[in-house]
């Protein structure tokens, strides 16, 4: 089972444009939040030159707990 996570998670950033940040979270964050998650999105694509993946993986790297806890059940709910 956690082999398929790893995977669904591998896929997800290798297929996910970054800046599908602002639909994964809306609805499920403050606004203010939903801001901040935004500008950090942004921050770490223009840093990373447009590179998506190296993007996600500071995007993710950098959650807190509780939205780190949003994306992952994103990522494992999510329908192919």
Do not use: C, P
């Amino acid at each position: 089972m956690k082999s398929i996570i790893m995977h669904k998670i591998i896929v997800f950033i290798d297929n996910t444009n970054i800046d599908e940040v602002e639909n994964i979270y809306k609805g499920k964050v403050k606004d203010y939040m939903l801001g901040h998650l935004i500008d950090k999105k942004n921050k770490y694509k223009e840093y990373r030159i447009n590179n998506n993946s190296l993007a996600w993986l500071d995007f993710i790297g950098n959650l807190d707990e509780q939205n780190s806890e949003i994306l992952f059940d994103f990522i494992n709910n999510r329908k192919r």
